[in-house]
């Protein structure tokens, strides 16, 4: 079974971004930029209090120009919206591009784990599948990024000097030497220029 269509016959089909200490602020300077009609899948997690109750998914949504929503068990990964993993539960993609929501074991004291969501993406997209890792105070992301590389998608890493928290996309870049690091502004014109075609432009970091 092939990815949900896009907009992009090729290419890349999905967008996976993960966080933990001050991602909040960084999504803020990302995900509003995102157009309404963003032709991609954009799945999210970040590092939640186990009461958040949809909190930051309302949040976000009422900054964002695309629709944002918790994900729910066995929907479609559709592109055009954004989905947050719940607070509590571990997001996957399976193979047939439907999500999934897990209660298994924290991965690095985490659930939602940002290694789980990229490494099950990785497994579904393939070289069709971008991933960012944002600011933290953990190693979540760092394999899972290393497996979005591993099967010939793009990896991005916040650039650790401008991070509020720098462990974390330190960890990415150290486990993934071959992604690009770049500050916010940047990622966030890399995140329209795959909106638009498959040539990312040229950047200087």
């Known amino acids: 079974m092939t990815p949900p269509e896009t907009s992009m016959q090729t290419g890349i089909q999905a967008l996976v971004i993960g966080g933990s200490a001050g991602a909040v ?6 995900l509003p930029v995102l157009p309404a009609e963003f032709p991609l899948a954009v799945m999210v997690v970040v590092h939640l209090p186990p009461d958040d109750n949809g909190a930051l998914a309302g949040f976000l949504a009422s900054q964002c120009q695309m629709s944002v929503k918790e994900a729910e068990d066995k929907e479609p990964a559709t592109p055009g919206m954004i989905r947050l993993a719940p607070a509590g539960y571990h997001l996957l993609v399976e193979p047939d591009f439907q999500l999934a929501l897990s209660q298994d074991d924290p991965v690095l004291f985490s659930r939602p784990s940002i290694d789980v969501l990229f490494e099950s993406a990785a497994d579904a997209y393939g070289s069709s599948l971008a991933a960012v890792v944002l ?4 190693a979540d992301g760092a394999r ?4 979005v590389h591993r ?3 793009r990896t991005f890493v916040q650039d650790p000097a401008t991070a509020s928290a720098p462990i974390m996309p330190q ?3 150290d486990a993934c030497p071959e992604a690009q690091s770049l500050p916010l502004g940047q990622l966030a014109a890399v995140l329209w220029a795959l909106a638009r075609s498959n040539q990312l432009p040229v950047l200087m970091s």
């Open 25 to 30: 602020s960084a999504l803020l300077k990302l």
């Open 135 to 138: 600011t933290g105070a953990s």
């Open 144 to 147: 899972g990024l290393q497996a």
């Open 151 to 153: 099967a010939g998608g």
């Open 171 to 173: 960890a990415a870049l």
